[in-house]
């Protein structure tokens, strides 16, 4: 039987934490964050259980653009690990009146998300690029909703 992960996002106003971690084992995989995100440099440090690394990324980068150089330049690294996440965790900021403990991601719950932007307006956007930008990069795990 094949190890699964899980991934999590964490996409705030300045910065974007992430994580690969093993739920069986409870081993953390990947662990990284971009900070910087409304820079012209962005920092992006990471470990897996072997190295740390760090890369900068220069010019003018929006979220799915920082989202997507860390899927395809940091995760695909590790195929196995890439091709057997089952799971994206994210952290919302406000769930507003609607969403007040852990739920599906589907249409409904994005609406909510949206909804309570005025309660949390640096943060709920943001976070709702994540998600989008995670179903684009796995559309199997949009099946699943």
Known sequence: MSDIFVLTLNCG??????SIINPKTDNIEILGIANFLCSSKVEISWKNRIKKHKYI???DKDIEEIIH???HNI????????DNISCIGHRIVHGGLKLRKSVIINKETMKYIKDASIFAPLHNPINLLGIKSSFKIFPHLKKKM
Not at 13 to 18: D, G, H, P, Q
Request: charged share 5%; proline share 0%.
């Open 57 to 59: 990324l220069y010019s």
């Open 75 to 82: 995760l695909q690294n590790n195929l196995y690990i890439f």
């Open 69 to 71: 150089f860390i899927f």
């Open 13 to 18: 106003s300045s910065s974007l934490k992430f």
